[in-house]
Every structure is written in C-alpha cells, then in structure tokens.
C-alpha cells in the first residue's frame, strides 16, 4: 500500500451494524486508520467498546452531553478522511444526506466532508422500494456519492426482497477500489466535445439544440479521474463543467477549428458535442424585422462534419468515439455512421426515450463497434461514461 489512508465509518441503527464490526478488522488488517462513528441508535446493537477495540480508536457517538471539542471533532474527521463510508446506511440518514440536514455527530461530520462518500443502505424492502428513499438515493448519486447494495434476500424482519447489506468483504472491495482508483488512462491525451453549438440569424437570434453539456462533461471527468490529460471542447452548455483544460467555442465552425486543430495530438477524441449540421447563408448584419405577416425564409447551407474530418485525419493507434442522437432506426442509422465517419466505437442513443438523450441525468445507450453491439440499461451519464472509457482501454489492447 503506497500511504496509510485515513477511512471514517459512519455506522447507523440496524441489525447490519453487526457486520460492520467484521468491516473495520479487515480494514485495519489491510492497514487503513479507520475512525468509526455511531449514531445514538446503532450503540443499540453493537457497543461503542466494540468499535473502539477493533478501531484502536476512539469510537465517537453523539450524545446529550457533547464535549467541548464535539465541534473540532466532526470538522476535523471530516478533513482527515479520504474515504467517508456508512455502512450499514437507513433509510434516515440517507434522507438527512440528501437534504443537507445535520443534526448529529455523523450527518454533521459527512456534510463537512470533502472526500468521496460511500453508503451501503440497509433496510426494510418496503422502505428500500419507497419512492422518496428512491428519489433521495438519486439525489445522492447525482452528487457523486458512490452506492453498494443493498443485495436481496431474507431481511432480518421476516420480508424478503431487496433491503439486505452487502457483504463485508464486498464492500471492502468497492473501499479499495475507490481510495485506489482505476489509473488505465494515465499517460494517454484524450479530447472530448460537449453541448450544443449555436448558428446566429442575426446579432439576436439563434437556431441550436437542447445539449446540456452532461454526457460530455461527465466522459470528461470520468477519464481525468483515470489519470487522462484531458481536453474538452465545450459548446454551449447549462451545468456546471468539470475542472479541466477547456477550449469553448459557439458555433460548429468554431467547434470544427477546434477540435481539427488539436485531434493530432489526441490519442482518444470522443465527440458527445451536438453541433448544428445547418447554418444560415447570410447572416443579417442588422436585427431582422418583422415583415406585415410575410413569412420568412431563410437559406441554410450544410456545416462541416467534424467527426467526418477527424476520422479522415485519424492517427494509426488513435481511437475516435463518436455519438448518435436518432428518433429511429437506432441501430441502423448508428452503424452508418460509425463507417462514414471512420470510428471505432458509436454510442447510440435514442434521444425520444424518457431518460435518455439531451438534457437529463441519465442516458440509455447502445455500444457499436465495428463487431459487437452491447445494448446498456438505464443508468447515470457518469455510469454511462465510464462504460464508454472501459471499452475505449479494450479497443486500444486490440
Ligand atoms: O449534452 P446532454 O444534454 O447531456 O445530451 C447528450 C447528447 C444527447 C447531446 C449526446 O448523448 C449525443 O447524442 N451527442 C451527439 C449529438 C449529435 O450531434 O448526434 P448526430 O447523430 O447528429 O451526430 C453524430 C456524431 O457526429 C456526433 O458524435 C456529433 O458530435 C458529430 N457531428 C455531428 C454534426 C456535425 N456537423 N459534426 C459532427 O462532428
């Protein structure tokens, strides 16, 4: 192991508080400093003595009789974590999590924190299934807190279904993964488009798309957090971007010098940009007026393909990704594309599909290669995302 890591558990009350007892002595075994924190209700069912002998910490718990250094304490468990885990996680403090409320030592000192945050939710089925535990869950995994379980199964109250803690050793593994993340970018120049352009009809008016910018800005993100240099050309967008170098540009022809003038360079281009494929002709100098009722006609001339371009300039070794943004025949009109513009991998999305395409959370793609179709579920763009990358590491293995 490089340097120890410093793991707070936030443990809340349920009878999987037990197995977090197994969780903190295969962490210490693998030499991680862990710091665990109880809530009031899990000192029900596994003692803080326990935690504090297996921890070789104190274990922290919240109670009526706070010490003077309660607020020290939280802040500065907050800082010295690298990796804020709560397992096993209710329903509760989810809820507490998702809406900012900070009412104990623990929601308090996983508020403050600045590291990742991992929960492992245990509870009843019915709670579990429970639209406002499920609307809290993707209000915390759009912020990027990271989710394991919970699996199905024989619940403590006699129910089956989903609600059970995922098992010590599997969380371990989801620890380990994440304070050691995934490097099978480092070294290698990635480029990648995002959002909308904007094609002007006069100084005022414009004709462009709904892109938002997040299935780019979270490819972004995702390679950079694999070690990747990354660049991303951004359209115009309406989140906020990942912090990386940015070039923004307006138009397509914009977007077109851009992204031509640095795909050289590039050993992955991946284009989640939706650029205008028309522009008008002759763009009025002067606002234009309305005319008593006339209609107006405008002429469009046909904008670059960038993809095109880059795939006619691709590099031996490079790979170049590109998307489909289709309302039918999404196969069909995905694989010809992939052939005209010279990619090794299309991502297809069927952007009339609730949850999919422009403007949401979440996409629902289908992979294509030159020789395998891998149809993806509905998941996060950053989920989506890294779908993409892992397949970009296999198509450069060959
Ligand atoms: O930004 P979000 O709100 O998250 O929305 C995501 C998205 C719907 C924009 C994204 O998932 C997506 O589908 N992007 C591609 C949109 C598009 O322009 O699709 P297309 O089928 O028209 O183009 C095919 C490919 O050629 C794309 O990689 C596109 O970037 C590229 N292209 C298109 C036109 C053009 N003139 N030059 C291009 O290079």
């Given amino acids: 192991m490089d340097d120890v890591k410093t793991i707070v558990l936030g443990v809340t009350g349920g009878i999987a508080a037990y197995k977090s007892v197994e969780l903190v002595s295969r962490l210490r075994k693998r030499g991680y400093t862990v710091h665990v924190i109880e809530t009031a209700h899990a000192t029900e069912f596994v003692t803080p003595l326990t935690f504090s002998t297996m921890s070789n910490q104190p274990c922290i718990v919240?109670?009526?009789?706070?010490?003077?250094?309660?607020?020290?304490?939280?802040?500065s468990l907050a800082?010295?974590?690298?990796?804020?885990?709560?397992?096993?996680?209710t329903a509760n403090i989810l809820a507490k999590m998702a809406h900012g409320i900070a009412d104990?030592?623990?929601?308090t000192t996983v508020l403050a924190t600045k590291a990742s945050v991992l929960v492992a939710p245990a509870m009843n089925t019915g709670m579990w299934t429970a639209q406002a535990t499920q609307e809290n869950m993707w209000i915390l995994k759009n912020r990027g807190v990271h989710v394991i379980g919970p699996e199905g199964g024989r619940l403590a109250c006699g129910d089956s279904g989903e609600g059970r803690m995922s098992e010590p050793s599997a969380i371990?593994?989801?620890?380990?993964?994440?304070l050691h993340p995934l490097q099978d970018l480092k070294g290698l120049r990635v480029m990648v488009t995002a959002g909308a352009t904007r094609e002007y009809l006069d100084p005022v008016r414009f004709i462009s798309n709904e892109s938002s910018g997040r299935m780019g800005f979270a490819i972004a993100s995702a390679?950079?957090?694999?070690?990747?240099?990354?660049?991303?050309?951004?359209?115009?967008?309406?989140?906020?971007?990942?912090?990386?170098?940015?070039v923004q540009v307006k138009s397509t022809q914009d977007l077109y010098d851009a992204v031509t003038g640095l795909c050289q360079d590039m050993d992955v281009v991946i284009q989640a940009a939706a650029p205008c494929d028309y522009r008008v002709r002759d763009v009025a100098q002067q606002k234009i007026k309305k005319n008593a009722g006339e209609p107006l006609i405008l002429e469009m001339i046909e904008n670059p393909d960038i993809a095109a371009e880059v795939g006619r300039r691709k590099k031996p070794g490079q790979i170049l990704v590109g998307f489909a943004a289709e309302s039918e025949k999404l196969t069909e009109h995905a694989s010809e594309k992939l052939v005209r513009k010279n990619l090794d991998l299309i991502v297809a999305n069927d952007v009339t599909k609730p949850g999919a395409g422009f403007n949401t959370d979440t996409n629902i793609v289908t992979l294509i290669t030159?020789?395998?179709?891998t149809d993806l579920p509905i998941m996060s763009k950053r989920e989506v995302a890294d779908r993409i990358l892992d397949e970009v590491v296999r198509l450069r293995q060959g």
């Fill in 62 to 75: 919240d109670t009526f009789e706070r010490p003077e250094t309660w607020n020290v304490k939280h802040i």
């Fill in 79 to 89: 800082q010295a974590a690298d990796l804020f885990v709560i397992a096993p996680a």
């Fill in 104 to 107: 104990d030592m623990l929601s």
């Fill in 172 to 178: 371990e593994e989801a620890i380990i993964a994440l």
């Fill in 223 to 246: 390679a950079a957090a694999r070690g990747a240099e990354v660049t991303l050309v951004r359209g115009i967008t309406s989140v906020a971007p990942p912090d990386c170098h940015t």
């Fill in 370 to 373: 030159k020789n395998q179709q």
